[in-house]
């Protein structure tokens, strides 16, 4: 993944800002991406904006949702190759570093780390650290804990509210709001030492050359991609052709689901859902569910590399009963109708997987499923290549 990611310009994070896990967390692909040595653009959640300060000029931020920012923030980087050189060149020159430093650590203080802690010595240090022994010193394993149980529930039973104008309530809140501003002030303080660090250290022409990094280069160097690897995507694309005359019921659904699918860009939860149920079929319980995303994934790169030869096979891969392909074309109805309306592009792509599935929509179907109507509008009917990230 990393040999991949040097042959991009910008490495792209996007986070959801209202979910907590989403805010507090980073993803492995910004760390794959500054590896790379490729500039990351993220969303500035609280967890990758602290990130962003430490790389600065490598990274650059837009608000959660923002599209008319993200796009402002694509347009300047299309239309100003000074700035991706400069970003490019900072971000080689960190990864370059960071390698140095991995095998410097690994030469010299690795073998000396795991001599002193041993297996012992990480359980002990792990029993007694900080972070978890603040909570268990608080549990009934603390013979002092009773004692204390019983104080704040005297407390609670004989509390009473302050008075509104009690000085010391409003010098508590004073108190409390100077703490909020003090920290505040820290930390655009250090964000701003760390940026500047950053720009001082890892964008000094002499280190960038010391690295292998050429600061006068229009257009920082990237690795050829070996034979190997393309000799190794030439057989898996030859592999993936080989498999589009194969497959039964559930390969068919998928693909039909799949190329309807398409213009949304997305499936939400109730979507992934929608699919669990599909592989829960009579045709897709075989599968574990490893299989099953195999199986999807292979599917959508045939459609990809060969959109009309995938579609144009499924007529013949499908099974003799009608009633099943009308189960097959009631679940991709039920997975496309979970999220939204059928209608647009997608509407029209359902109506050639209907034709493809050579069911008469006119018969009942018997199989329980909701009608969803088609409102019908424009489409190219070409499978559209995904973004990268």
């Not at 073998?111 to 990480?122: C, E, G, L, N, Y």
């Not at 529930?153 to 302050?162: G, I, M």
């Not at 579609?311 to 496309?336: H, Q, S």
Request: glycine letters at 6%; proline letters at 5%; aromatic letters at 6%.
């Amino acid at each position: 993944m990393i040999e991949l990611a040097q042959g991009y310009d910008l490495g792209v994070s996007t986070e959801d800002g209202a979910v907590l896990n989403h805010r507090l967390c980073l993803g492995n692909k910004i760390f794959t991406y500054l590896a790379a040595g490729t500039p990351v653009l993220l969303t500035a959640t609280p967890a990758q904006a602290r990130l962003a300060a430490d790389l600065g000029a490598a990274a650059t931020l837009y608000q959660p949702g923002d599209i008319d920012a993200l796009a402002t923030i694509l347009q300047r980087w299309d239309g100003d190759p000074n700035l991706r050189c400069v970003a490019a060149h900072e971000a080689r020159t960190a990864a370059r570093v960071s390698e140095i430093n991995l095998s410097l650590y690994r030469a010299f203080m690795q073998p000396m780390v795991k001599a002193i802690f041993t297996p012992q010595v990480a359980e002990a240090m792990k029993r007694f650290d900080t972070g978890s022994l603040q909570y268990e010193a608080f549990t009934d394993a603390n013979p002092w804990m009773p004692g204390l149980a019983k104080a704040a529930e005297q407390a609670r039973e004989n509390r009473k509210p302050v008075a509104s104008d009690n000085p010391f309530l409003a010098a508590q809140q004073t108190f409390s709001d100077q703490i909020v501003k003090l920290l505040e002030s820290f930390r655009e303080t250090t964000e701003k030492a760390s940026e500047a660090m950053f720009l001082a250290i890892y964008g000094s022409p002499a280190l960038q050359a010391a690295v292998g990094v050429d600061p006068e280069s229009a257009r920082p160097r990237r690795p050829a991609k070996s034979p190997m690897h393309q000799e190794l995507l030439e057989k898996r694309i030859a592999e993936l052709k080989s498999k589009i005359t194969q497959g039964g019921l559930i390969e068919c659904c998928i693909r039909g689901l799949l190329y309807a699918a398409a213009p949304r860009g997305a499936v939400d939860e109730r979507g992934f859902e929608a699919l669990r149920r599909i592989r829960m079929t009579e045709a897709g319980s075989r599968l574990s569910l490893a299989q099953y995303k195999a199986m999807v994934r292979e599917q959508f790169f045939m459609l990809l590399l060969h959109t009309e030869a995938t579609l144009a096979a499924i007529p013949k891969l499908l099974p003799e009963d009608v009633a099943e392909r009308r189960k097959g074309l009631a679940a991709i109805r039920n997975v496309l109708s979970a999220a939204s309306e059928i209608s647009g592009e997608t509407a029209e792509r359902l109506k050639r997987v209907v034709s493809l599935f050579g069911v008469n929509e006119a018969e009942p179907s018997g199989t329980g499923a909701e009608s969803v109507p088609f409102v019908t509008g424009g489409g190219s009917g070409k499978f559209k290549k995904p973004l990268r990230q």
